[in-house]
């Protein structure tokens, strides 16, 4: 909101510099944006909160002013007199539902002359950006900025008679509004109508038809409240944001509504003429009066300053609040413009507002020490810590996804969750796989010509029930190579890779290795710990990479829940001891048939030779010109050792035979 | 004769020393000459062969040998040990890339998020989670924001497709402040937690707004808790990540979970206060809201508001990586170019 220096200085009596008092309407909770000087006056740029209404008015801005700056408020409510109507026009007001409309007031002003304002209300009008239209338009305007409270002046000579309905639009009805705009309206919004059809919409704009223009001779001005959430609807409905609806729907009090309605009254006679003929006012005039009771202690235990009554009391009275004190306690009389103010903490705030928060103390509190077993926080942190060791950088992607991608990755569209009111078609879905996302990512890297990508994300992945769960994804394309403790190996196999940053994210976490089988449906593989099945290895299709530009690449991808991983990582640990005898090597080449798996090796070595067998290395495995079509080489090592006493090569070498032997036969090896 | 000897010798064993890089080497080479049956032994034992005459000479001649390549050696035991190798090539060229396994990077977000946790954690904090999907109570109603009303503009949500047969309405958090309802629901103060985590909000991507971003939750609640604490705590937690340099401002604001409520400024970081394109003019940059819990929450969730207090505070993880890298906009944290993730 803009507002003007010396507008304010109209209703309150400071001597404050306009940077002196931003300065002190920000510290007490009316943020001044920016203080621009132009055509020798003062515009704030104002932000003012959904809480606020009072706010929303160089006069509710002025008690503010007054009470920051120990300045004496200058308002003065005048009453205004009516002329004795000369004839019997008097103005017929129903209201069908007063939860919609609890106040209308309607003044009949005859014999006006509509013409431009005067300089001084014209340049006000423009420098807090609203465009001058003519005299009585700009004293409704003129007296909203003042008072808060939204005015409407209709042509009274175009409405069917002078009787007001307030009244929820029929179904079908229609109105073009002062903008030019043609309005369907319907039952959720609420009209002003006279005998025959809507004539404004209420509280946010006026009709065309009725509008005040330079012909017009008398007029019809109102002075309403309407229910805020209806004004809120309505104006959600119909697209429309005006000064008037943005006051409306944060609420405006009766005394508001009848003093401004008095205050443009005179204000359009003093400049445009005519005379008041009549003035009506149908629904809640009263004005209720709220009181609070605040209890001294309960000021030191919410704000931790010790704050002496006296004080509070001067802070309270300053702000416009009626306050009678006693022993422990301060009855507050809620002015009604503090609509706001409901309880007592609410009084609170107002004594720590104008106290100022920066005189409160600082105090870094005791907090009681929680019992601290690991939480999941810590054990993502671990896992995040494992696998960026590993050379896998981190990412951070969009959980919202569009069909296309789901499409892409062959998720059934029906089955993911979704949005009732996407932003855009982009993120209409909530991704049910975290893989889709971070090749995503892995393509912009593969574009930039980046040689190797290796990415993962601990991030959410969402179910058609609306379930969420915590995953964790993983991307690789490219040529790394890896040194190993027996060598520099270079990585084609996207697959084992996948595997063995798994492998050492398992291990890391104390977790038993989990079981990697071949699955038949995506060609891939699926992770299972303890027989459940906890995640995928893809390599993901050519399709999808080539719709998003990546050719010639193979990308792996994998997808494992945390859940449970979350619930088993890291246990209690216990020492093995490590053996102090030293371990004989046997190194065996051989070639074998491709179909022949590294395990049935392993497996078969190690049922040959028994306990005295410690581990199969594999150092090298080499298919090419030397090997037969369909045949691998495999050079394994072969570690013995007994963690009770050193072995002999008189023992290892008959037993090492055995598994040579047991390589022929069983595997049909080819030792070389 | 025996001089002619005896220098060739020396130029033999001078020759031999230089291309010498290791003890090992220095020490065959110094057996091959000084060794008892080395060169110079050979030498010597000629000696009783010789003429009578020309034997003192030649043993003079010899000894002198001795001497010289004795100090050889030992000038090259010297030359080793202090690794001068003067005049000649570095064994190495250590202007070449050095060679080490790659190590992945955090997210710059992750990293804020686990400094900014750290903080509390030392104040005696846990860290908590909780989740995107939520319903319509714990991210409005529970936190005393009414279903109709302007100040849920600031909060603006996506909703989702409800499941079949069900009324309940769900949505994607737009703010972390939920998560205070859930662990407030199911524990009893006293209660001092930070909340981490993704939260959403339609809003129009462009530098410097995402319909996706991350916020830290705090919640603090307790007998005695005061607006003083507040500042206490924010105030440690601004400096540690911000620097002990600054300057803080707590203003008055809105928000409708709690009362009082501050949004909290700190000098600005990049100009010092003498204002910038980040900070404006205002020289301030706003980096949190914070405030006491309304007792709207406290009775919502069940704990008696005449005995606890507490106060709560959230702030961007997105904006405190902004101001504190320099970075100028959003999508940058989101499209994971590896030159964009490897520089922190
Ligand atoms: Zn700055």
């Not at chain 1, 009389?333 to 004594?351: C, G, K, N, W, Y």
Request: charged share 25%.
């Amino acid at each position: 909101m803009k507002l003007i220096y010396n507008w304010l200085k109209d209703f309150v009596g400071i001597k404050t510099s306009p940077l002196e008092l931003a300065r002190r309407l920000t510290m007490a909770g009316l943020e001044v944006k920016a203080v621009e000087e132009k055509d020798g006056d003062f515009v704030f740029e104002i932000e003012i909160t959904s809480n606020r209404p009072d706010w929303l008015s160089v006069i509710g801005v002025a008690r503010e002013a007054a009470a920051v700056t120990n300045s004496k408020l200058k308002i003065k409510n005048e009453k205004i007199k009516i002329q004795k109507p000369k004839e019997n026009q008097g103005v017929k007001i129903t209201i069908e539902d007063k939860k919609d409309c609890s106040l209308y007031t309607a003044k009949i002003i005859k014999g006006v002359s509509v013409g431009v304002s005067p300089e001084w209300l014209k340049k006000r009008l423009e420098l807090i950006g609203c465009r001058s239209i003519n005299n009585v338009v700009d004293i409704t305007n003129y007296a909203m900025f003042t008072y808060g409270e939204p005015l409407h002046a209709f042509d009274a000579d175009k409405l069917a008679s002078y009787e007001i309905e307030v009244r929820r639009a029929n179904a079908g009805e229609q109105l073009v509004t002062i903008d030019g705009v043609f309005r369907k309206l319907d039952k959720d919004i609420l009209v002003i109508a006279d005998k025959q059809q809507a004539q404004a919409v209420a509280g946010i704009m006026g009709g065309k038809s009725t509008e005040v223009t330079a012909s017009t001779r008398n007029i019809l001005l109102e002075a309403a409240i309407f229910d805020p959430v209806l004004i809120r609807r309505a104006r959600r409905k119909l697209g429309m944001q005006t000064d008037s609806s943005y006051r409306f729907e944060r609420g405006i009090d009766t005394q508001t509504a009848l003093v401004s309605s008095d205050y443009a009254a005179r204000m359009i006679i003093q400049l445009a003429g005519g005379n008041l003929i009549c003035a009506r006012e149908k629904g809640a005039t009263k004005i209720l009066k709220k009181t609070i009771s605040v209890n001294y202690s309960s000021v030191q235990r919410i704000l931790g300053a010790s704050i002496s009554p006296a004080l509070m009391k001067n802070i309270l009275a300053a702000l416009g609040f009626g306050v009678k004190g006693s022993k422990t306690c301060f009855s507050v009389t809620v002015p009604s413009a503090r609509q706001d103010v409901e309880e007592e903490v609410d009084l609170i705030e107002e004594i720590a507002r104008i106290f100022g928060i920066e005189n409160i103390p600082a105090e870094v509190p005791y907090v009681k020490p929680q019992p601290r077993a690991r939480t999941r926080f810590d054990i993502i942190s671990k896992t995040k810590n494992i696998l960026i060791a590993q050379g896998v950088n981190e990412a951070i992607t969009y959980t919202l996804i569009d069909r296309k991608l789901l499409e892409l990755f062959s998720w059934p569209v029906d089955e993911a969750a979704r949005l009732v009111n996407p932003l855009s078609e982009e993120q209409e879905f909530l991704r049910p796989c975290i893989i889709a996302s971070l090749v995503r990512a892995a393509a912009l890297n593969l574009k930039q010509k980046q040689p190797l990508v290796e990415l993962f994300e601990v991030g959410k992945i969402y179910t058609a029930g609306n379930n969420e769960e915590l995953v964790l994804g993983l991307v690789l394309c490219g040529k790394k190579s890896v040194v190993t403790q027996e060598a520099v190996v270079n990585i084609k196999e996207g697959f084992l890779r996948l595997k063995g940053i798994i492998q050492n994210l398992f291990s890391g976490l104390g977790i038993a290795q989990p079981e990697i089988l071949f699955n038949e449906t995506t060609a891939g593989f699926k992770v299972k710990l303890n027989s459940k099945e906890i995640g995928q290895f893809v390599k993901v299709s050519s399709a999808a990479l080539e719709a998003m530009d990546v050719k010639y690449q193979e990308v792996y991808a994998a997808q494992i829940s945390l859940e449970e991983i979350l619930m088993q990582a890291l246990p209690e640990k216990k020492f093995v001891p490590v053996s102090i005898f030293p371990a004989i090597c046997r190194d065996i080449s051989f070639v074998v048939q491709e179909n022949i798996s590294f395990k049935q090796i392993t497996d078969l070595a190690h049922k040959t030779a028994g306990l005295l067998l410690e581990q199969v290395k594999i150092t090298d495995i080499y298919r090419g010109k030397q090997i037969p079509q369909g045949c691998k080489n495999f050079t394994v090592s072969c570690v013995y050792r007994l963690p009770n006493r050193t072995l002999t090569d008189l023992e290892v070498s008959p037993i090492h035979a055995c598994v040579v032997q047991a390589l022929t036969q069983a595997l049909s090896a080819q030792i070389r | 004769m025996g001089n002619t000897n005896c220098e060739e010798i020396k130029q033999q064993a001078e020759q031999e020393l230089i291309s010498v890089s290791d003890k090992q080497a220095l020490e065959a080479l110094r057996v091959k000459y000084l060794g008892r049956k080395g060169l110079l032994a050979q030498l010597m034992s000629v000696i009783p062969s010789l003429p009578v005459e020309e034997r003192a000479a030649f043993g003079q001649a010899a000894n002198v040998l001795k001497n010289e390549l004795a100090e050889l050696f030992d000038q090259k035991q010297k030359d080793m040990v202090s690794g001068a190798h003067k005049g000649n090539q570095a064994a190495v060229d250590i202007s070449m890339p050095g060679i080490a396994c790659d190590i992945g990077n955090l997210h710059p977000i992750t990293q804020v998020i686990d400094e900014i946790c750290n903080v509390f954690s030392r104040m005696g904090f846990s860290i908590e989670d909780g989740p995107e999907i939520e319903t319509e109570f714990n991210n409005f109603t529970g936190l005393n924001i009414p279903l109709d009303h302007p100040s849920r503009d600031a909060f603006d949500t996506f909703y989702l497709k409800p499941n079949a047969g069900s009324n309940e309405k769900l949505l994607l958090r737009s703010h972390t402040s939920p998560a205070q309802v859930r662990l407030m629901k199911s524990r009893k103060p006293a209660l001092s937690v930070v909340v981490p985590g993704r939260v959403y909000r339609p809003d129009a991507v462009d530098a410097s707004h995402s319909f996706m971003f991350h916020q830290v939750e705090g919640l603090v609640v307790d007998k005695h808790i005061t607006l003083a604490h507040l500042k206490g705590a924010l105030e440690e937690f601004a400096k540690a990540v911000f620097g002990k340099h600054i300057t803080m401002r707590f203003r008055p604001h809105f928000f409708p979970f709690t009362e009082p409520s501050v949004e909290v400024d700190i000098s600005c970081i990049i100009c010092q206060g003498k204002g910038c394109s980040v900070c404006g003019k205002k020289k301030w940059l706003e980096i949190l809201g914070a405030g006491m819990v309304h007792p709207n929450v406290f009775k919502h969730v069940g704990y008696n508001h005449k005995i606890y207090s507490g106060f709560a505070f959230g702030m961007g993880v997105e904006r405190i990586a902004m101001l504190k890298y320099g970075i100028d906009d959003i999508r940058l944290f989101f499209e994971n170019d590896l030159r964009f993730l490897k520089q922190f």
